[in-house]
Each structure stands twice: as structure tokens, then as C-alpha cells.
């Protein structure tokens, strides 16, 4: 059974940092394309970041990029999402995504395990 499990979410003004955290079991971690999405309240679920350790590929939204960076290790199956410089408009749920290699790495369909979720919110 397949399991992703999310840590490291909470309160933090703008401006601040966060590390989540996504520990994955039951699964050949090396093989999966690990990804973040996230969702806003009365918004769609939205693309942050990816990381393909088979083809040696790092993918981020425009919106993210140069303030968030997903690192993997792979000895310890987990992935990570540091997020620096958070603005109010990243506040949202932060889900953790397990995925075969897609060149629609974006796409939420592609991805066939997710964690729970883990809020982070950004204050003004």
C-alpha cells in the first residue's frame, strides 16, 4: 500500500520560510516522478514544482520559481519543498504527488498517489 505523508506546514508572515516535508512508503521511490501541488480556497488545484530522478529533470510553475526549490533524497524516500521569500499568495493546502515519468508533469491526472495535505499560511 502506497502512503505519502506530508509535514512541515503552518503559520508564517510574508517574507518567512518553510520546509515541507513528503515521506512515501510502499512504493520504488527512485522511480517516481515526486511532485507539490497546491490548492487555494475556491480555487483549482494548482502545479508548484517536480522532480524526475530517472531523467534527471526539475520542473517549477512560473509562479514559484527562484522562491521554491523541491529537492529529493532518496535513501530516506522523501522529498522536500523549501519555500523561501512566501508572499500571502501562497497560502493554501500543499499536497505531496507520486507519479510514473509524464511529459504532462503539471497535470494533477498524471500523478496516481497523493498524501493528505498540509496547510501552509501566509500572513500580511
Known amino acids: 500500500q502506497v502512503q505519502l505523508v506530508e509535514s512541515g506546514g503552518g503559520l508564517v508572515q510574508a517574507g518567512g520560510s518553510l520546509r515541507l516535508s513528503c515521506a512515501a512508503s510502499?512504493?520504488?521511490?527512485?522511480?517516481?516522478?515526486m511532485a507539490w501541488f497546491r490548492q487555494a480556497p475556491g480555487k483549482e488545484c494548482e502545479f508548484v514544482a517536480a522532480h524526475s530522478w530517472i531523467v534527471g529533470r526539475i520542473y517549477y510553475a512560473d509562479t514559484v520559481k527562484g522562491r521554491l526549490t523541491i529537492s529529493r533524497d532518496n535513501a530516506k524516500n522523501t522529498v522536500y519543498l523549501q519555500m523561501n521569500v512566501l508572499k500571502p499568495e501562497d497560502t493554501a493546502v500543499y499536497y505531496c504527488?507520486?507519479?510514473?515519468?509524464?511529459?504532462?508533469?503539471?497535470?494533477?491526472?498524471?500523478?496516481?498517489?497523493w498524501g493528505q495535505g498540509t496547510q501552509v499560511t501566509v500572513s500580511s
Open positions: 504527488a507520486a507519479g510514473l515519468y509524464s511529459n504532462d508533469y503539471a497535470r494533477s491526472r498524471e500523478y496516481a498517489y
Open positions: 510502499g512504493l520504488t521511490f527512485s522511480t517516481y516522478t
